[in-house]
């Protein structure tokens, strides 16, 4: 079990002098990774995203209103807020998912390192193999089993040259699925229970090596075992993986995140360390949703 | 107020009672009274059919003698089964083709609007009017011959079409959008991702309708009698005119002549139980199509 998070004396002496204009709401986006350094970087190899002025509809509903973020590498990335803030409608357009819905569409610019994923000669099928995205609802396919499950990215995509048994054994050690399944790696992927399901959509996700790995509320469909499980996964990921992850929990944003985001009506309300986000937030109406007294 | 239990539970209206009788009662009935026909049909078509089976009915052609043997229906077995194979080879690729496409690619658009349109026409128009259709441009125009095997084909093929479509639709549409999606975001393209998670996903499922659709297609008269006609003799080709059960009980069943007649009773129970087979391999398909 993972304690409670608990904040180191410099990290709070950061946060009581943190100036309190440091949100940085739409504002100019190059200024917008500002309160992110607080946090200590963690050394890796990850790629950074950053979403500037980015808009999106639903037909003629704007979800998203004028959004700016930084997603770091090799850091994990809460974004919270109460049901209809876009949050998910946000992350589904940092691999280019949003568009897959009838009438749905975005505008703005989400840069991968410095390359823009709506750009043009950017191939969104290329966008998805480097951002992986893991649902809400464990979503393995029915008509395969636990291997080819986690084998389907390459396989469909005709990866070449690649041992198979090696990436599906690594990516469901890297899921800490392989000692549940490694008897069974021939059954089928739905005869897993409800956690291990999640963890072999993750395994799938990260069999295809992607630099980003999106979470839309990973946890939510599973008992609190399989979360703590998901979550300690989670904290191993972000070695390796930049993540994004939305949750409706702010006790697993508390857990999880270095930064957290909160969002409102398709606005990006404040973005901070986790723990100013949790214990001084800059904005009121973080303050409340935090807090409990709406959401 | 002072009730006891056993006043507030007693019954409050004996009226209610006395109607939940009757209605049940009702429904019985009804349910017999539509069992009463089914089950008159499957009588007679054994007794009268096991009348009619020979040692040579299956294995022997109709000889077309009034007086004596008649002869067996091998003939318009295997017509009926070379036509069938036929049309179904050219209904379901395409039913399933297109029910694809409306439901991977075209979803609410005004074209896929327009297709399901004429897809719910064609599943109402009566099925003689594909014969003539077919016997109006191909069969007077003696393109590849008058009447043959292959243009009952696909006079059957047109009637099977629609039935194919919606089925298919219905199946496809039940694959969970997540499938899609967890196979998009794994960067596979649209493509891959209709080939490769929603067919086998839905494999089962069009298996059941496609199999539903030929039985629908066998049993029927009309698109055959201007297409393919009716010859006593077996044909392998589809390019001659060709025998089936359902053409042969028609033409049997008007002749005076108890034998004969007794001859269409047997080729119709040959064809419910051709078609009983594949209605029941269909079945066993649905079971194991439960969509996750």
């Known amino acids: 079990m993972r304690p409670h998070p608990t904040f180191t004396r410099e990290q709070e002496q950061q946060m009581s002098s943190m100036p309190s204009d440091r949100r940085d709401v739409a504002a100019a986006p190059g200024t917008a990774a500002a309160p992110d350094a607080t946090v200590a970087t963690q050394a890796g190899t990850g790629h950074s995203m950053t979403v500037r002025g980015l808009d999106a509809y639903y037909g003629d509903d704007k979800a998203i209103k004028n959004v700016s973020i930084e997603y770091r590498a090799n850091q994990v990335t809460a974004m919270i807020g109460p049901s209809g803030c876009g949050k998910s409608t946000l992350l589904r357009c940092l691999n280019r998912m949003h568009e897959e819905i009838p009438m749905a569409r975005a505008e703005g610019s989400v840069l991968l390192d410095d390359t823009d994923i709506y750009g043009a000669g950017v191939d969104v099928v290329s966008v998805r193999q480097a951002i992986g995205m893991v649902f809400q609802k464990p979503n393995p396919f029915p008509t395969m089993s636990v291997f080819d499950n986690v084998a389907a990215g390459l396989k469909l995509n005709g990866v070449k040259g690649v041992d198979m048994k090696e990436r599906v054994e690594k990516s469901l050690r890297g899921a800490g699925l392989w000692e549940e399944v490694k008897d069974r790696l021939s059954s089928p992927g739905i005869g897993l229970s409800g956690g291990q399901q999640q963890r072999l959509c993750i395994a799938r996700t990260i069999a295809v090596e992607p630099r980003v790995v999106l979470m839309d509320e990973p946890c939510s469909a599973l008992d609190p075992i399989a979360t703590l499980k998901v979550e300690d996964l989670i904290h191993e990921l972000k070695q390796e993986y930049t993540i994004v992850i939305v949750t409706h929990n702010m006790q697993q944003a508390a857990r999880l995140a270095d930064t957290t985001a909160f969002f409102l009506l398709g606005e990006k309300i404040e973005h901070a360390p986790t723990a100013q986000i949790f214990s001084n937030p800059t904005d009121s109406r973080t303050e409340q949703y935090v807090t409990g007294k709406f959401g | 107020m002072n009730t006891t239990a056993a006043q507030l539970l007693a019954p409050t209206s ?279």
């Open chain 2, 14 to 292: 004996g009226r209610r009672r006395t109607t939940d009788r009757v209605m049940r009662a009702v429904l019985a009935l009804g349910t017999v009274v539509a069992l009463i026909p089914l089950v008159l049909v499957i009588y007679y078509l054994f007794s009268r059919g096991l009348k009619g089976m020979s040692s040579t009915f299956f294995t022997s052609d109709p000889t077309g003698n009034f007086l004596g043997d008649p002869g067996g229906v091998k003939s318009a077995i295997l017509g009926t089964l070379e036509i069938v194979a036929l049309a179904s080879a050219i209904a379901i690729p395409v039913g399933i083709g297109v029910a694809l496409y409306l439901v991977e690619f075209g979803k609410k658009t005004l074209f896929a609007h327009v297709v399901r349109y004429f897809i719910d026409v064609m599943t109402g128009v009566p099925s003689i009017v594909f014969g003539l259709f077919i016997y109006v441009t191909l069969v007077t125009s003696k393109i590849g011959g008058s009447f043959t095997g292959w243009k009952g084909s696909l006079a059957l093929a047109l009637l099977m079409l629609p039935v194919v479509t919606r089925s298919a639709e219905v199946v496809l549409d039940l694959v969970p959008e997540s499938l899609r999606e967890a196979a998009l975001a794994l960067g596979v393209p649209r493509w891959k991702v209709t080939l490769k998670i929603v067919l086998p996903t839905a494999l089962p499922g069009l298996i059941t309708g496609s199999l539903l659709a030929v039985a629908r297609g066998m049993g029927e008269t009309a698109p055959l009698l201007f297409t393919s006609a009716t010859v006593m003799g077996t044909t392998y080709n589809l390019g001659e005119r060709m025998n089936s059960l359902p053409v042969q009980i028609f033409n049997d069943i008007s002749q005076p002549n108890d034998a004969i007649v007794n001859r269409a009773w047997a080729s119709a129970l040959t064809l419910v139980l051709i078609i009983l087979t594949i209605t029941l391999i269909a079945r066993v398909a649905a079971r194991r199509s439960r969509v996750a």
